[in-house]
Every structure is written in structure tokens, then in C-alpha cells.
């Protein structure tokens, strides 16, 4: 995954591209690279490192030129350096080129144009697609960049969201081509942008048009076209959000993680506001459902499968890459796809595998490639999340679950206890202290509540670099309790609620093994037991089936406040990326 930018219009290419590039690092952050073109010169910078660090040591902003492309890579092909940094050229520096996705047939592409005498600067895929244009443009009678890069699209196999420009072409213009990744045209007053998603561009437009697979699209000063592959002109929807520039800014928090964390008090009204009824009525017909996501989402997508069970409902919820191993859906399966980028290849992927089923999106990007598969969709409204933790998305996920299963009125009040909830920050300071130094650190939980410890132990691990696992609490005397010795850190989650007895006995097990005990209870028999404790709300002052929320605010800043500790950029951690649209 990486993401992908262009500009052509009034204003200085390489300062919207470089602001754009802010926005999209959480697709990739290993290295970053700008191509603007001014009278017919080409100027490219690139190199490995995060946008703000690279431009500033490369001066992108000083880039003359209304016209460009921009990259921030994920390494997939080859390793993170200058030469593999985007965006690429041909022989000639003609054809420039940034790409996003995975060319499958790349190493049988290269084998052919080297023979042909192409010579290659970096190890990626892409490089191969600028000199495959180029190869193309020798062979066109009109040596035509536009017909070049149709008939190059036709011989890619893989993923590609592509941005393109020729140096000579006959007119200022640059190309876009989407298949499998994400790719929408931003429509401003006499000024064009196309990005791999909406936060890039929203400084400068609110109107957007998603382009859809096999795409291309033109943009030059005066409008843009899309086509389809064989060439001809396709119409494609105009949408406009209600998304401002300031939602996809820090807004005074030294990291989005911190900030996103905060706003969950505001959005999850948001997300109660969403319209659930179809996809309720379909839910309601279907005796067989099927429930697919990956990750945090899929941590979202198990506590649906918990509450639909609890209604005796048959739901089972499966990590997306797994499902095609695991069943054969019919058409008597419902399927319910969870992803908040709704660009998960994995998820896409088990989507499409589920041919012939009816089939249900709950997703927060509107126009994401998720929508366009789906027979209904249910956005979450959290506004866009930068941080590649998942946080707001996954309680307003959880939102829109509960408002499905229970209706809106029993939710009214989780705005207050999220705000509740994130007053015990001092508290888990204290804790995140104790913990900074711990190399594993374990999560139990029964019940519903298991969910809840699965996604703290995702969070903890991906922002702190520290061993975590997650299990139910059943399950520590069937393994995992050899590992427990003197001192290493259990969470508890154990709120006073039907599966509190026997976790007590689990909590009680670790301890006598030297366990040290956090919990987070609202019962003074675990907090006796425990080394530290984080008070959830009294048993009269709320109701049980919003402990979830509850819990799952104080551990996602746990996970926060270590990653901080431990001076990790929570917002960037290590090997990872917001969006995955490789599988
Ligand atoms: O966009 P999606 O919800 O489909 O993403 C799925 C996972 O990649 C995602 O939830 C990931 O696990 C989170 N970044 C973890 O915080």
C-alpha cells in the first residue's frame, strides 16, 4: 500500500502535492517522492524517509510547476531506498510515473523489456510500467503517450491505482488507472486532483468522484474524462462530504492517535445517527450469517457474532483472509463485510468469494471499493482517522452494531460515559509507567468481553513493539499459564457482569503464579486483588451491555501513553499501514 497524489491547476503543484502527502503517510511511510514538470522540464525529488523530514531536506515546496505527482511508498518490491522511491521514469526520463498496488507478472514484464534494452534504475514494480509505456510509445505510429499508456494498462496483472504524465505530451495532462486500489478525482474551481483518498485533497475541494475498477481518467486544466480500458468515455458520479480540512488535522494533539482517542465523544453520535434500517431488515431474514473483516474491524465483527448469538441468531465472524478456507456460503448466507478503509484486499477478496450472497458493508469511506460491492452499506461516520491504530472507527463500528442489535434510544448516553471514561487517563499514565519496560504482557476476558481484550492486546502490540496476546480466561490453564512468572503484567478486563465469577477464579490463578494484576473493574473484591485497577462506572450508573465501551477507551490509552513512553510515533508504527490493499 502507498499512497498517491497529482495536482494540475493554478497553484504551485509541488506545495498541494507535499500538504496532500501528509495526509496519505498513513498508507506508507517509508519514502516519499515528488515529480512536478515546468515548461517541459522535469523535476523529480524523492527519497526513504517520512514526508515532513524528506521535503524539508529536499525542498519540495521550491519545485516551480502547476502540474505533478506525488508518492509515499509501503515497501512491497524492493527494499526501502532512494532508487526504489517514487515516482519512476523510463530510459529517456519522459514517461513519470507513481503507482500503488502489486504488478503480479512484473518479473516476466522486465525479462522482456530488458531484452528489448531497457535499463532499469530501482528493483519495484512500477518502474517497469513507465519503461513498458515507453516501449509502447516506440511502437505507436503516433508515438501517442495517451494510446501507450491504454494499451500498456491491458498487459498488467496485479493491482494498480496509477498517476502518469508524459514530459512531451502534447498537452499538459495527467493520467490516472485504478484496479483493485483506491482512487477518486477531487473536482475544484479550475483546478483538478486525484488521490488515493479524500483527506489529501480536502484543503482544496469537498466534490469528489470515486473511480472504479478498470478506470482511467484525464485530467488537464480545463476538466476531466474518465474511460473505461477499450477507450471510451464513461459518466461517473459526482459526491460532495461534509468532511472539513480541520477533521484530517492534529487539532493541538502532539499525535492523531491522542486526538482520535478524544473525538470518539463526538463521533460516536455521529455514527448513532446512521441509517441501519435496511441493513437491519436484512439481518432479520437471514438465519445464516456470515461475518467477515480483518484485524480491529474483525475484533468488531466478533462482537456482532457475540450479540447476534446472544439473540439466538447463528453468526459466525471469520478473518477475512481465512473465509474462502474455511466455508462454502450459499445463497441462505448473509454476508456482513466490516472495514473502515473499505479497501482491505482481504476483505475485498472474501467478498468476492462470496458470490451469489446478499451482502451487507458497514465502512466509514464513502465511494471506497466496498460500497461498489456491497447490496447495502452502512457508514460509521467517525470522519477520517490518521493514526494506523484503529480507535474511533472501532467504537463508532461498535456504535453502529449496537444500534442494529438494540436500537438507538439504549444508546443515547455513551457520548457521557465515553467522556467518563476518558477521565481515568491519569490512572493508566501510572499504569503505562509500570508497564513500559515489560517484554510480554497478557489480556483476559470471558464473554463479550472478549472482543474488547483481543482489540486491546492488537493495540498494545502494533504502537509499543511489546509481546501481547489476548485469550479468554478459560483458556490460560490449557497453555498460556506456563508462561506466566513473578511480575509479568495480566490485564483483567472484569466488570460486574455475568462473567465475572469465573474470571475472578482466572485472575486468582495468575496471581498465585507471581502475576502482577492490572484490572478494569467495577467490583472491589478484583480490585483487592489487583496491583493497579481502573475504576469502571458503579453498577447503578450504567448499564452492563455499554461496558464495552466502557473498557475499551481507558486501554486504547494505555497502549497510547506506552507507545509515548517508549518514544514510538504511535501514528506510524513500525512495518505497518493504514490501508492494505495488498493480500
Ligand atoms: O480498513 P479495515 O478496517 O479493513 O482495516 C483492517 C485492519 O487492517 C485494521 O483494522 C488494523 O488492524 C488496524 N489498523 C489496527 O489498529
Known amino acids: 500500500m502507498c499512497g498517491i497524489i497529482g495536482y494540475i491547476g493554478f497553484r504551485s503543484a509541488s506545495s498541494v502535492i507535499t500538504e496532500g502527502l501528509k495526509h496519505l503517510e498513513y498508507r506508507g511511510y517509508d519514502s516519499v517522492g515528488v515529480a512536478v514538470v515546468h515548461q517541459k522540464k522535469l523535476n523529480v ?55 500503488n498496488g502489486v504488478i503480479e507478472n512484473f518479473s516476466a514484464l522486465k525479462a522482456d523489456l530488458a531484452s528489448k534494452g531497457h535499463i532499469f534504475d530501482s528493483e519495484t514494480d512500477t518502474e517497469i510500467i513507465a519503461h513498458l509505456i515507453e516501449e509502447n510509445m516506440k511502437n505507436s505510429k503516433t508515438s501517442s503517450f495517451k494510446e501507450a499508456f491504454f494499451t500498456s494498462l491491458k498487459s498488467l496483472e496485479g493491482s494498480y491505482a496509477l498517476a502518469a504524465f508524459a514530459v512531451d505530451d502534447s498537452e499538459e495532462r495527467l493520467f490516472f488507472a485504478r484496479k483493485n486500489s483506491p482512487l477518486v478525482i477531487g473536482v475544484g474551481k479550475d483546478e483538478l486532483l486525484a488521490a488515493s483518498d479524500i483527506p489529501a485533497m480536502l484543503k482544496y475541494t469537498k466534490t469528489f468522484v470515486p473511480l472504479e475498477d478498470g478506470d482511467v481518467a484525464i485530467l488537464t486544466k480545463s476538466g476531466y474524462k ?111 463485510a466490516i472495514s473502515q478503509s473499505g479497501e482491505t484486499a482481504d476483505v475485498l477478496q472474501a467478498l468476492r468469494y462470496a458470490k451469489g450472497c446478499k451482502k451487507i458493508a458497514i465502512t466509514n469511506v464513502v465511494g471506497s471499493t466496498i ?64 508497564l513500559a519496560k ?18 486491546a492486546s492488537l493495540k498494545l502490540k502494533e504502537i509499543t513493539y511489546i509481546h501481547s496476546e489476548a485469550y479468554p480466561g478459560g483458556e490460560l490453564k490449557h497453555g498460556p499459564l506456563s508462561l506466566i512468572s513473578e511480575g509479568v503484567p495480566i490485564i483483567a478486563i472484569a ?89
Open 226 to 336: 474518465v474511460y473505461s480500458l477499450d477507450g471510451k468515455e464513461v459518466s461517473r458520479k459526482q459526491m460532495t462530504v461534509d468532511w472539513t480540512a480541520e477533521m484530517a488535522q492534529k487539532g493541538g494533539y502532539p499525535y492523531f492517535m491522542e486526538k482520535e482517542i478524544n473525538d470518539q465523544k463526538h463521533f460516536i453520535n455521529e455514527s448513532l445517527a446512521s441509517d441501519v434500517t435496511a441493513a437491519k431488515s436484512l439481518i432479520d431474514q437471514y438465519e445464516n450469517i456470515h461475518i467477515i473483516a480483518c484485524g480491529t474491524s474483525y475484533h468488531a465483527g466478533l462482537m456482532f457474532s457475540y450479540l447476534l448469538g446472544e439473540r439466538g441468531m447463528s453468526a459466525q465472524a471469520y478473518i477475512a483472509s481465512e473465509y474462502p478456507y474455511i466455508v462454502k456460503p450459499n445463497k441462505n448466507t448473509l454476508v456482513i
Open 495 to 583: 466488570p460486574d457482569d455475568e462473567t465475572l465469577a469465573k474470571l475472578f477464579g482466572n485472575i486468582k490463578e495468575a496471581k498465585s503464579r507471581g502475576a502482577k494484576i492490572i484490572s478494569l473493574t467495577n467490583n472491589l473484591d478484583v480490585q483487592k486483588e489487583s496491583d493497579f485497577s481502573i475504576k469502571l462506572p458503579e453498577l447503578s450508573s450504567i448499564d452492563p451491555m455499554l461496558y464495552p465501551f466502557a473498557m475499551i477507551i481507558p486501554l486504547q490509552l494505555l497502549a497510547y501513553h506506552v507507545s509515548v513512553l517508549k518514544g514510538i510515533n504511535p501514528d506510524r508504527p513500525r512495518n505497518l499501514a493504514k490501508s492494505l490493499t495488498v493480500e
Open 438 to 455: 515489560s517484554e510480554n504482557i497478557f489480556f483476559i476476558a470471558r464473554g463479550k468481553n472478549v472482543p474488547i481484550a483481543y482489540e
Open 45 to 99: 525529488r524523492k527519497d526513504k524517509g517520512m514526508v515532513q523530514d524528506v521535503s524539508t531536506k529536499l525542498d519540495f515546496t521550491s519545485m516551480d510547476g502547476h502540474m505533478g505527482i506525488g508518492h509515499t511508498r509501503w515497501a512491497t518490491h524492493g527494499g526501502v531506498c532512494k532508487e526504489n522511491a517514487h515516482p519512476h521514469t523510463d530510459c529517456k526520463k519522459n514517461v513519470v510515473l507513481a503507482h
Open 371 to 434: 460500497t461498489t460491492i456491497a447490496d447495502c452499506v452502512v457508514f460509521i461516520n467517525a470522519g477520517p482517522e490518521a493514526g494506523v491504530a484503529a480507535t474511533k472507527t472501532f467504537t463508532c463500528q461498535l456504535g453502529i452494531i449496537y444500534k442494529i442489535i438494540y436500537g438507538k434510544e439504549k444508546l443515547e448516553s455513551l457520548s457521557s460515559l465515553i467522556e467518563q471514561m476518558l477521565k481515568t487517563e491519569k490512572k493508566v499514565k501510572e499504569i503505562a509507567s509500570a
